[in-house]
């Protein structure tokens, strides 16, 4: 049965860092590109950040970019995202998730291509 278990997530007012793990069984993630995704209240889901499953490559939606990074250790099956200099429109319920296809060359933004998820861990920044 494949897992993944977030932690990480908290309160923090804007212009703080927050570094999020996910952790996953299960599975050879090392073979998976991995993701995270974010939702906020009452919107959809959205891509935020991937890595390859080498960690060769990073993908970042725009407004994280240069604030946001994303970084896998295939031999802890884990994942990070490392999240700085965070703003109130940050706040979102934040949730990893794995490819559904072995070594795909390029990270998808598709949330339809990602086939287990965590449970999401809170991220709330105040003003």
């Known amino acids: 049965q494949v897992q993944l278990v977030e932690s990480g997530g908290g309160s923090v007012q804007a212009g703080g860092s927050l570094r999020l793990s996910c952790t996953g069984s299960?599975?050879?993630?090392?073979?998976?590109?991995m993701a995270w995704f974010r939702q906020a209240p009452g919107k959809e889901r959205e891509f935020v950040a991937g890595v390859k499953w080498s960690g060769s490559s990073t993908y970042y939606v725009e407004s994280v970019k240069d604030r946001f990074t994303i970084s896998r250790d295939n031999a802890k099956n884990t994942v990070y995202l490392q999240m700085n200099s965070l703003k109130p429109e940050d706040t979102a319920v934040y949730y990893c998730a794995t490819d559904r296809r072995i070594g795909r060359i390029r990270v998808s933004p598709d949330l339809g291509e990602y086939d287990y998820w965590g449970q999401g861990t809170q991220v709330t920044v105040s003003s």
């Open positions: 299960g599975r050879t993630f090392s073979t998976y590109a």
